[in-house]
T-cell receptor, first 112, second 113 residues
């Protein structure tokens, strides 16, 4: 049972480049999340998906897009990366009945 | 929108001392969850509180949920070096726990041996 798998683990982008962060969970959870973590800012919600085919903005959605491809996968896309998007990105899913969240290992993204 | 605030941001204690972190929400919560993140790691679920005034214990950790369901605390008795990390509270604001899971800023605990 792999839980939540994120790829890649590390990435360096140049300003203006685009990339997609991939996330997949094998726990049959409906809800999935993308967070970014910056020093002193905690975990800030970027986008949220309550179920396949639905997405909703979180606290800091600007500069990002998401796709809930199916129940397992929830991807985060940066269309034109900016240095302000340098951060650690975490994908998570929550158990349907008890709502505890399971996190991926994180993607450390640097935009230069 | 919903905001969850945690204090203090950092805490340095001597091994064996107690530690407490506090969490306050701008809105009434359906539940409050606590997570621990070790340095370089990802957040790991510790516990969830649902009822007003609820108190739960896990060995040296005591979790409380306020009567108004807008605040919570985590208390660690006699800290150990294994307690080092960042502790986050998180909550759902919508009834039925179908809303967004919002995290506080976290409290980073350092323990001096």
């Amino acid at each position: 049972n792999a839980g939540v798998t994120q790829t890649p683990k590390f990435q360096v982008l140049k300003t203006g480049q685009s990339m997609t962060l991939q996330c997949a969970q094998d726990m049959n959870h409906n809800s999935m999340y993308w967070y970014r973590q910056d020093p002193g800012m905690g975990l800030r919600l970027i986008y949220y998906s309550a179920s396949e085919g639905t997405t909703d903005k979180g606290e800091v959605p600007n500069g990002y897009n998401v796709s809930r491809l199916n129940k397992r996968e929830f991807s985060l896309r940066l269309e034109s990366a900016a240095p302000s998007q340098t951060s650690v990105y975490f994908c998570a899913s929550t158990r349907d009945r008890t709502f505890e969240a399971f996190f991926g290992q994180g993607t450390r993204l640097t935009v230069v | 929108g919903q905001q969850v605030m945690q204090i203090p941001q950092y805490q340095h204690v001597q091994e064996g001392e107690d530690f407490t972190t506090y969490c306050n929400s701008s809105t009434t919560l359906s539940n409050i969850q606590w997570y621990k993140q070790r340095p370089g790691g990802h957040p790991v679920f510790l516990i969830q509180l649902v009822k007003s005034g609820e108190v739960k214990k896990q060995k040296r950790l005591t979790f409380q949920f306020g009567e108004a369901k807008k605040n919570s605390s985590l208390h660690i008795t006699a800290t150990q070096t294994t307690d080092v990390g960042t502790y986050f509270c998180a909550g759902h604001s919508s009834p039925g726990n179908t809303g967004k899971l919002i995290f506080g800023q976290g409290t980073t605990l350092q323990v001096k041996p």
